[in-house]
């Protein structure tokens, strides 16, 4: 694995970064300043991007390339989409990486140093750059929960169709519209 400084004209944004809907949530100076915080990781197949259980300041935003993300050395998600953002969650909690994500690919991110953004912008003195950031990564974790739970959803009834069992009311309830079960029980309704 590479590192390379990112070297910014500012007030202008090469095609590739325009598509990123995280760059998008800035109004052009800060957008300045987050570039100028950033560097490009340029992956080899195999190298380990963010380790499980390190700490690391950083998110990232795949370039080009396809990653994979692992708990436990197990796969649980892949990223393989231009402008796919990852370790926002450093932002919010500043813990230890919960996964490691290794690429699958060669590839190329881009890496926003978050502490050294907020060195340069103190939440008391730039709110509203930091509402700026913190909107974003909310939208991002928002749609990731939600695809989780529609998959967890999927997942159950999987299991339960499995085990020949069918969802009581109130777990039926909860199922998001698309995978809640069939009500229609007639002649024509059993298995074949």
């Given at each position: ?46 190298d ?44 919010v ?67 339960r ?32």
């Amino acid at each position: 694995m590479k590192e390379f400084a990112y070297i910014h004209e500012d007030g202008s944004l090469p095609a590739p970064l325009k598509a990123v809907p995280f760059l998008n949530s800035f109004t052009e100076e800060q957008l300045d300043d987050v570039l100028r915080s950033s560097s490009l990781i340029q992956c080899d197949l195999g190298d380990s991007i963010i380790e499980e259980g390190s700490i690391d300041s950083r998110i990232y935003i795949l370039l080009s390339g396809a990653l994979e993300v692992r708990v436990g050395g197990k796969r649980v998600a892949d990223i393989k989409h231009t402008g796919d953002v990852f370790g926002e969650l450093a932002l919010v909690n500043q813990d230890k990486r919960s996964a490691s994500v290794i690429a699958v690919a060669p590839s190329l991110c881009l890496a926003v140093d978050q502490k050294f953004l907020q060195a340069m912008h103190p939440r008391e003195e730039d709110p509203a750059f930091h509402a700026a950031l913190f909107e974003f990564v909310a939208r991002l974790i928002t749609k990731k929960l939600d695809a989780t739970s529609r998959r967890l959803a999927e997942v159950e009834k999987e299991l339960r169709q499995l085990k020949g069992d069918a969802p009581s009311s109130a777990e039926a309830a909860a199922l998001p519209a698309v995978v809640k079960p069939s009500k229609s029980k007639g002649k024509r309704g059993k298995s074949r």
